[in-house]
Structure formats: C-alpha cells, structure tokens
C-alpha cells in the first residue's frame, strides 16, 4: 500500500483564488511528521509547512495552512490568494519511525498547480 | 548560509562509467540523505546517514555507494553507472532523524546514462 497519495495530478486555479491540494496517508506509528513541499519548474526542493501528528491546531505559514485531519489520514494543503508564483509541483511527505529509532522521509507523486491570471 | 550545495549540476556517462556526486551541508546538520526523482515518481530515498560515521540504505540502494566523509559532507557514487540510474538526484540534509525534522534540499543534479 502506498504510504501518501495525492490524488490530483494536476490542478488549475485562478489568481488570487484559494486552492486546495490534496494528501492522504497510511501509517499505524502513532507519532509521525507530515511536510508540503514545494518544487517549482527551476527544479530546487522547497520546505513549505510541517503538521505534527499530535499537534492539535493546523499548522499554518503565511499563505499556506495544512488542513489536517487525523481521523481521515488526510493532511491537504491548502493555499490562500493563489499566486502567478505559486505555479509548480507540490508533494506531500511523511516521517515516521522506523527501525534503530531513525525515521525517513517517503514522498507522493505530487500536484502540478498551475495559476492564471 | 549556502544551505545544502551540489556538483556538478549536470552529467552525461556512458554506460559502465563511474562518477561520484558531492553534496555539502553549511548548516551543522547532523544527518544527510540521497534520493532520486523520476518522472511521476516522488522522489525516492537512496541511502540516509542518520550522523556521522553511519550509513543505511533506503528505498532504492542497488547499484549505488555513500560516503559520510565528515559532519558537512556526503557522497554518493555510482560505481558502474546503467541507463536505468539516469534520474534527478537531490541531497538534502536535517538536524536530526526525528518525525519532527524537516529536511533541507540541494539544487538537485540531472545525471543522463547513455
């Protein structure tokens, strides 16, 4: 079974709209990390925001918020007043425990957005 | 602040023809990983050291080699390269191997087997 799963290959907004991108996951570790990253057509890796999986509130960073719902395995990122930047390849990630007290990180496929204006 | 630092940037090989990436970290980080990225993939995890001087394999580790040489640097090599090893290879680094642990990306370096 697939760890995370974005189910959206490609997603289209308008400028200055609100999106929402999806990611749910499959873990049984009670204690686990959930990361949106970012990867716009230059190619570099962008660290977006982080969800804890005991944090109670939804984490947000500026423009962007993690609707985390743990009962669901969901943790979609949602992104306010769509930006002509915006544009790129976002993945959902997740770090959990494993073996010798290491944990790694394992990615989805990731969501191409694209923004027009 | 640099962040995490790669070279080359871009490579051809030839089929059988070895090479090495380099991948340096500036942010006193104690753990390093390789993955590749293919086409409607994700990326993948390679080979991770959780802190200097340990190594393990990941998800994809078959015709690849590390090297922890210091707490700044880690290398990765391909020692016979095949054109299924032709992919966008990314070192990232972390403070430490916790859930809680975001981790940090190079530049990324495109490798082509022919």
């Not at chain 1, 990253?37 to 230059?42: A, I, L, V």
């Not at chain 1, 109670?56 to 992104?79: C, D, P, W």
């Not at chain 1, 993945?91 to 990615?107: D, H, P, Q």
């Not at chain 2, 290398?75 to 972390?94: D, I, K």
Request: hydrophobic share 30%.
């Amino acid at each position: 079974a697939q760890k995370i799963t974005q189910t959206q290959p490609g997603m289209f907004v308008q400028e200055k709209e609100a999106v929402t991108l999806d990611c749910t996951y499959d873990t049984s570790d009670p204690s686990y990390g959930l990361f949106w990253y970012k990867q716009p057509s230059s190619g570099e890796m962008i660290f977006l925001i982080y969800q804890g999986s005991y944090d109670q509130q939804n984490a947000t960073e500026g423009r962007y918020s993690l609707n985390f719902q743990k009962a669901r395995k969901s943790a979609n990122l949602v992104i306010s007043a769509s930006q002509l930047g915006d544009s790129a390849m976002y993945f959902c990630a997740m770090r959990e425990n494993a073996e010798g007290g290491y944990s790694t990180l394992t990615f989805g496929k990731g969501t191409m957005l694209l923004v027009s204006p | 602040n640099a962040g995490v630092t790669q070279t080359p940037k871009f490579q051809v090989l030839k089929t059988g023809q070895s090479m090495t990436l380099q991948c340096a970290q500036d942010m006193n980080h104690n753990s390093m990983y390789w993955y590749r990225q293919d086409p409607g993939m994700g990326l993948r995890l390679i080979y991770y050291s959780a802190s200097e001087g340990t190594t393990d394999k990941g998800e994809v580790p078959n015709g690849y080699n590390v090297s922890r040489l210091n707490k700044r640097e880690f290398s990765l090599r391909l020692e016979s390269a095949a054109p299924s090893q032709t992919s966008v290879y990314f070192c990232a680094s972390s403070v430490g191997t916790s859930v809680i642990h975001e981790q940090y990306f190079g530049p990324g370096t495109r490798l082509t087997v022919t």
